[in-house]
């Protein structure tokens, strides 16, 4: 059975609709990630699963009972979870007295208290911070001084509102580790909410896309990634080229999408006349020299190929992307290295081929 | 001018003779203000929080009321105190008018909406996602107001001591429900008003030094209690 079970939630703030309408439900130690854009609504979804707000609508379960909207069992089921907020909001207190609050205000014992501080400060790795008051300290540690004040309760669920957002990449990696380090210790069951991709595919069981408003997908981390289900999922998941065009013919399986002119196929069931977004990935799609093509363009299996000047060139990290024209606009994403030996410069002409299995066919989305 | 530097070398000696007279007036000023500042921040360190931590209509208007009674003048609480305590008022029957307990809770009346008003502003200083994270944390209601009143510690000390400041300054009130009796409701302030009209410069001068010199060692205190932080 699930532990928590939202049942067409809703919420306003005024006459601003936060969030419409969301079903899902995580089961017992499951790692949930939720991703969206800034002001999609993780936030209060968030919020109200930690009990904090009110729905303005639906319901949650937890653990097979319905969270009430009032009453001292609400301050019980609080107790259960914790909640790691956005920015890391510690007390004007010293270190061990900021982790020790909770504990405190669940009547435990000194002595009990004090082990559990000190295990809890060696885990995070701040063992000689005890005495620091925690308002001194920088984002990362008190990152990790709210990470430790949660988790030394031992929720069942811990519930983590972009936990890296504002910290460094050194600090960020510290943060995954504890809780990809927590989630398998302590089978603790998590809802994270991120707008780094990548750490919703590093950390996550299964994802949910959250967008204005409405959860638009949810499933294993891969078929998010790989199988968006409409366009703005795709956008939002990193896939760069996105052609709008409708299906001009189908022949098993095979289509044909019209973009501009432009024929491409792909593999997809979409039947003639659907209007339909062509997802492309930029690593798919291989860059090869005009002159030379012809020949490899027949010998690789890539069904699609189109003839292109390249606009623009950038270095990202080890990768070079490069924006090119080809009747549409086209990102590719090559190695610096295989830039160099296509002597890759801005108005050279290329071929850029792909596979029709590199391609997936969605619907538009609701909001267009 | 001579009068004046004359009046504060007898000053100075009065207070480094540790003159009875001088001695007992500054006590008794030091402890009517001092109770009622202590009485005043029991009664409305809880109520701000309750105003702070609660939502209903016409809070603002209530805290724009309050506001407002920060600057009522100190003869007009005085004034009406005297038409309550004086014989035939309706709590003429206390018969504690000039008494010292009146003038203490006269006092208190004049400095409940400053230390109120002051608790409020001093809680609406913490960020509300204080109280979010000690609430997610698993406090009670009553646990986070008193994680927010710990967070606000600095803001609301403060506070106590502005009241504490307007209570010992003030003379309006104290003259007029104390009624400046030799021996029995004397303080700085009356003394200062009175004494001084009738050519008692040096005392004057050297209680007016005197309730400087307590405002320096409360900052003092205050300071240092900061710092420790």
């Known amino acids: ?83 790691i907020h956005q920015k890391p909001q510690v007390f004007n207190l010293t270190v061990y007295d900021n982790i020790a609050c909770g504990l405190n205000w669940r009547g435990e014992k000194r002595n009990r208290i004090a082990e559990k501080v000190d295990h809890i400060l060696e885990t995070v790795g701040l063992e000689g911070y005890k005495k620091r008051n925690a308002r001194t300290l920088s984002g990362g540690e008190a990152q990790r001084v709210a990470l430790a004040r949660s988790l030394v309760l031992e929720p069942e669920v811990l519930l983590l509102d972009e936990p890296t957002a504002n910290l460094d990449p050194i600090s960020t990696a510290k943060v995954e580790q504890l809780i990809s380090y927590v989630a398998r210790q302590h089978n603790t069951t998590m809802i994270m909410s991120t707008h780094d991709m990548s750490q919703g595919q590093q950390l996550a069981d299964r994802i949910g896309v959250l967008l204005d408003g409405r959860l638009v997908q949810t499933g294993k981390v891969n078929d998010i990634f790989h199988a968006p289900q409409n366009d703005e999922v795709a956008r939002f998941v990193g896939i760069e080229n996105i052609l709008e065009g409708v299906v001009i013919a189908n022949n098993d399986g095979i289509a044909t999408v019209d973009i501009d002119g432009n024929a491409i196929q792909v593999i997809s069931d979409y039947p003639l006349g659907k209007e339909a977004s062509v997802c492309l990935r930029p690593e798919d799609i291989t860059l090869l020299i005009a002159d030379s093509c012809q020949q490899t363009a027949v010998r690789s299996s890539a069904r699609n190929s189109f003839r292109a000047r390249v606009s623009r060139i950038t270095t990202v990290g080890p990768l070079s992307r490069v924006e090119m024209d080809c009747g549409f606009r086209l990102v590719a994403l090559v190695t610096r290295i295989s830039a160099e030996e296509l002597d890759l410069q801005v108005d050279r002409e290329v071929y850029a081929a792909f596979k029709a299995t590199a391609v997936h066919l969605v619907e538009k989305g609701i909001g267009r | 001018m001579t009068e004046l530097w004359d009046g504060f070398t007898r000053a100075v000696q009065l207070l480094i003779s540790f003159d ?3 001695m007992e007036i500054a006590g008794r000023s030091l402890g009517i203000s001092g109770t009622a500042c202590l009485l005043a921040s029991l009664i409305c360190i809880p109520l701000g929080s309750l105003v702070h931590f609660h939502h209903f209509r016409g809070k603002r208007v209530l805290v724009n009321i309050i506001q407002t009674l920060f600057s009522v003048p100190t003869v007009v609480v005085g004034l009406f105190l005297l038409v309550l305590l004086s014989r035939a008022g309706p709590l003429g029957d206390l018969g504690i008018l000039f008494t010292p307990p009146a003038m203490v809770v006269g006092q208190i009346l004049l400095i409940t909406p400053l230390l109120l008003g002051f608790t409020i502003s001093a809680l609406s200083g913490v960020s509300r996602e204080i109280t979010d994270t000690a609430t997610s944390l698993g406090a009670s209601r009553f646990q986070a107001i008193w994680l927010v009143l710990k967070e606000a510690r600095y803001a609301v000390l403060a506070a106590v001591i502005m009241g504490f400041a307007r209570a010992i300054s003030e003379v309006g009130c ?42 320096l060692v409360i900052n003092i205190v205050l300071n240092r209690l900061q710092q420790r932080q």
């Open chain 2, 20 to 22: 009875p007279e001088v």
């Open chain 1, 1 to 83: 059975m699930s532990l928590i079970q939202v049942v067409d939630l809703s919420h306003s703030y005024g006459d601003r609709k936060v969030l419409k309408g969301l079903n899902f439900s995580i089961a017992r130690g499951e790692v949930f990630g939720l991703i969206g854009p800034t002001g999609a609504g993780k936030t209060t979804l968030l919020r109200i699963v930690d009990l904090l707000e009110i729905p303005g609508g639906g319901e949650v379960y937890f653990d097979g009972d319905r969270i009430p909207r009032s009453g001292k069992q609400r301050l019980e089921l609080r107790r259960r979870m914790s909640f």
């Open chain 2, 174 to 215: 104290a003259l007029m429900v104390g009624g400046n009796i030799r021996g029995a409701t004397r303080v700085i302030t009356t003394v200062i008003s009175l004494e001084a009209g009738k050519g008692n410069i040096e005392l004057s001068i050297a209680l007016g030094i005197i309730l400087l010199l307590l405002a």
